[in-house]
């Protein structure tokens, strides 16, 4: 039997939040639902490790081996293409491969804004997964280094990929914080984080 460690509450309040400070907490942070350890049947647990904080969701008929891969995480992967050039000026979209189920998780335009702001960039338009911009190419600067640095600048943000969705997390607390369900239960509460722009 495996037990994952489960996030019983965000590990910031993000209603209090503005968008600069959500896009600093964003990193390395966790939300409720996510798994963030995974302990064979039987591991002790400290004071820390329970409520409020985290739930023991304890899976039969799977090894600590088998539900190893439930600790993966995912990182923004960005992508930025020319899309005109009419020198100096360039039009370039900024995209990821892949819509997040988060909102907090989306490239989005608020996410490029300040890195925008630096390069004297206007935004002409956004969608799901991507943002389009005109910026001027300076003297100093190459489309490569420009890439280089948004690439470097935007896809910051590392995610636990697999998660309990909160209902979950909230009927594991009322039972006490220590759950103990089947494999196909799990397979079936455990969700990906991450869906393809095209939703396969």
Avoid at 55 to 69: C, F, M, P, R, W
Avoid at 115 to 132: E, M, P, R, S, T
Avoid at 149 to 170: G, H, L, P, Y
Wanted: aromatic fraction near 8%; charge should be negative; include cysteine.
């Amino acid at each position: 039997m495996a037990e994952l460690l489960v996030m019983a509450r965000d590990s910031h309040s993000w209603a209090f939040l503005s968008i600069s400070d959500i896009e600093k907490a964003e990193v390395g942070c966790y939300r409720k639902g996510d798994i963030v350890e995974i302990r064979p049947d039987g591991t002790p647990y400290g004071d820390a490790e329970g409520l409020p904080d985290f739930v023991v969701v304890k899976v039969t008929g799977v090894t600590k081996e088998q539900a190893i891969d439930y600790m993966q995480s995912w990182k923004r992967v960005i992508y930025v293409i020319v899309l005109e050039i009419n020198l100096p000026v360039y039009e370039v979209r900024i995209s990821t491969p892949i819509a997040s189920v988060s909102e907090f998780d989306n490239l989005t335009k608020e996410k490029v804004k300040r890195w925008l702001k630096k390069q004297d960039a206007d935004i002409l338009g956004f969608g799901a997964n991507y943002v389009d911009v005109k910026l001027i190419l300076r003297e100093n600067k190459t489309l490569q280094e420009i890439k280089q640095d948004a690439i470097s600048k935007i896809e910051s943000v590392k995610r636990r990929q697999w998660s309990f969705t909160e209902a979950d997390v909230d009927w594991a607390i009322a039972q006490g914080g220590v759950v103990t369900i089947s494999k196909s239960v799990a397979e079936s509460k455990i969700y990906s984080k991450l869906s393809t722009v095209d939703g396969n």
